[in-house]
């Protein structure tokens, strides 16, 4: 079995080149986000003002991270179901999200958004936070702290086992596996 090392940010190039059913180690700068933070960005982006990073390009990782036991970065960050944030996605794929990290499946919206706008979903294997948490070698609170553990998080990833669930043109592991 071929593990394809990727690094974030993600360009357009990286994506067409990965297909659903890949394993990858991916290794880089993302985001994390989840229902409370996605609903914070919608309200950014009516408004027009600035999103507290840069979306272009960028992973967000749909998890809430327990807190860090002494001596670690973080704690546990297995991945949130992703269609609770499928209401909320096309927007942040039209300015330019490249990839979405969690489980579960995703609307026919937001899967048409990404065949559009050449974006990935790619699939955290659930359970296994803690397995997850060791690829995280550095996490610092950016945005909307008051939210918790679902405030906006930069982490930096090293080799962080994923798999192409959706790839870029639509093809879905998921179907696949049915």
């Not at 036991?69 to 992703?82: E, L």
């Not at 979903?121 to 939210?147: H, Q």
């Not at 982490?155 to 049915?178: A, F, H, K, T, W």
Request: hydrophobic share 40%.
């Amino acid at each position: 079995m071929t593990v394809k090392a990727i690094t974030a940010p993600l360009t357009k190039e990286i994506l067409r080149e990965l297909k659903a059913g890949d394993i990858v180690s991916l290794t880089g700068t993302i985001y994390t986000g989840r229902d409370a933070a996605h609903k914070r960005l919608m309200e950014a982006i009516k408004n027009k003002e600035k999103l507290p990073f840069d979306i272009k390009n960028a992973v967000i990782f749909y998890v809430g991270p327990t807190p860090a036991k002494p001596g670690k970065v973080i704690g546990s960050a297995g991945p949130t179901t992703s269609s609770r944030m499928d209401s909320m996605t096309v927007p942040l794929l039209e300015l330019g999200l490249s990839g979405m990290i969690g489980k579960g499946l995703r609307s026919n919206e937001v899967i048409e958004a990404m065949k559009k706008n050449g974006a990935v979903y790619f699939a955290a294997v659930g359970g296994a936070g803690a397995l997850i948490s060791n690829s995280i070698k550095k996490s610092e609170i950016i945005a909307y702290e008051d939210l918790g553990t679902e405030a906006i998080r930069r982490l930096e990833v090293e080799n962080m086992p994923l798999i192409v669930c959706i790839d870029s043109q639509g093809n879905n592991l998921y179907d696949n596996i049915r």
